[in-house]
């Protein structure tokens, strides 16, 4: 690996501005109530497609910015600041599903899918979870069949971010039951097509702006040049998807705890106690430092990470670190900040609440941090615990 320290360019600082006033203005206005309401922020989305964030990465050829990964984490961080619902449906559209059509799509995918989803008329999804196949993934049951010039896709994914709001959903399915994870598939399946249908929405938490559902495939049939790549290839490609998609949580941690580092400061600096702002108590001032401290460390992972990948190297290790450290450290950040707002903080008075309950699942979803730590030491020892 070769270390690198780097001052952003012109061009990623310009997208930072660019992106921090926008979230700022729009994307900040209605988090609050759509955490209330769980109402999918749609026409932000149209907006985000019109500024270039939802197809970031993607070629200039099929409607994207062609922008390298550092400017995508910047972006994504800013959004993540303002609503970690956005953030999230961003990440999984832009380092999921995206870059999985850029990679393995054919040109004729490439051409039909890629503009659609970057102006933002299509969100995506990933569907490889299923109710008893969440950190291995390689038990999965739906299945996928070959019938002349289709696949039959028959399964029940679970836990699917923007499950009913994706225009276009990628989806694994086993197409040779006998074999473990060379027996896995990929398929582009668009909204609407017969026998997809969307099952239960789930209550959350936290991040309820962004829908989390269920998806059934019954009898669902997909043209066979629907396939991503090639039979078998659908494990690795998920793989290859969740790497980047591990530098996009790590992004939104980064912007999640930003934020509350902020809020925390602004109430320090505003409530009064034994006859002096609490900002002034020395106590408060090191969790301060010590919280920025963690945030600077985490957003130095995730510029490592993202810069890895930029100059083509394997980043699957420095993506797990990213999304491990981070995803863990804003769980603490968002911790302290609520206990500085003491009794305040627990109420919806104060957006710390809900970034509190937002981050939660961080250290969950892409993978949980004790698969990246599984990820991390399998790097370290490559021998996989094999006797
Ligand atoms: N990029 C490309 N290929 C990869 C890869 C990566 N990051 N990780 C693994 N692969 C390949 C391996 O090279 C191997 O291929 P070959 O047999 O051709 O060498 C194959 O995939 C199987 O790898 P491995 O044996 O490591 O798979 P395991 O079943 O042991 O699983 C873990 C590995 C646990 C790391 C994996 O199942 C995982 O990430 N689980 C978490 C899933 C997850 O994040 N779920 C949340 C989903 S939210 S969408």
């Known amino acids: ?229 090639k039979e078998g290839d659908g494990f690795k490609i998920a793989m290859t998807a969740l790497d980047c998609g591990r530098i996009g949580i790590a992004a939104q941690s980064v912007g999640v705890s930003q934020a509350a580092l902020d809020a925390a400061v602004k109430y320090a600096k505003g409530r009064e106690q034994f006859n002096q702002k609490i900002s002034k108590f020395q106590g408060l001032r090191w969790m301060i430092a010590d919280m920025a401290t963690e945030i600077e460390a985490a957003r130095q992972l995730m510029f490592s990470a993202a810069a890895m990948k930029d100059r083509g190297e394997n980043y699957t290790s420095q993506a797990s670190m990213a999304k491990l450290f981070s995803s863990e450290m804003v769980n603490r950040i968002t911790g302290k900040a609520l206990q500085i707002h003491g009794g305040y903080g627990f109420t919806k008075d104060y957006p710390i609440e809900r970034f509190y309950r937002d981050a939660r699942v961080f250290t969950i979803y892409e993978g949980t941090s004790e698969i990246q730590r599984v990820v991390i030491s399998n790097n370290i020892f490559k021998d996989k615990r094999k006797p």
Request: net charge negative; with cysteine.
């Open 1 to 229: 690996m070769i270390y690198m320290f780097f001052k952003l360019t012109d061009e990623q600082l310009m997208i930072q501005t660019m992106v921090r006033e926008f979230s700022r203005k729009v994307v900040a206005t209605t988090a609050a109530e759509r955490d209330r309401t769980k109402e999918f922020p749609a026409e932000n989305f149209k907006k985000m497609g019109e500024l270039g964030l939802m197809g970031m990465m993607v070629p200039v050829e099929y409607g994207g910015e062609g922008t390298d990964t550092i400017s995508y984490v910047l972006a994504l961080s800013e959004i993540a600041y303002s609503c970690a619902s956005t953030a999230v449906v961003m990440s999984v559209h832009n380092s999921i599903v995206c870059e999985s059509v850029n990679k393995y799509g054919n040109e004729e995918q490439k051409t039909k899918y890629l503009p659609q989803l970057t102006s933002g008329e299509f969100i995506g999804a990933f569907a490889l979870t299923e109710p008893h196949a969440g950190s291995d993934p390689v038990s999965q049951s739906t299945t996928a069949v070959r019938d002349g010039d289709e696949y039959v896709i028959n399964g029940t994914k679970r836990f699917i971010t923007t499950g009913k709001n994706a225009g276009l959903v990628i989806v694994t399915a086993k197409t040779d039951e006998a074999k473990r994870h060379k027996g896995i598939s990929a398929f582009l399946v668009e909204k609407g097509t017969p026998g997809l249908i969307v099952g239960n929405i789930e209550d959350k938490m936290g991040l309820r702006a962004s829908d989390t559902t269920d998806l059934i495939f019954e009898n669902c049939r997909v043209p066979a040049e629907n396939i991503l790549s």
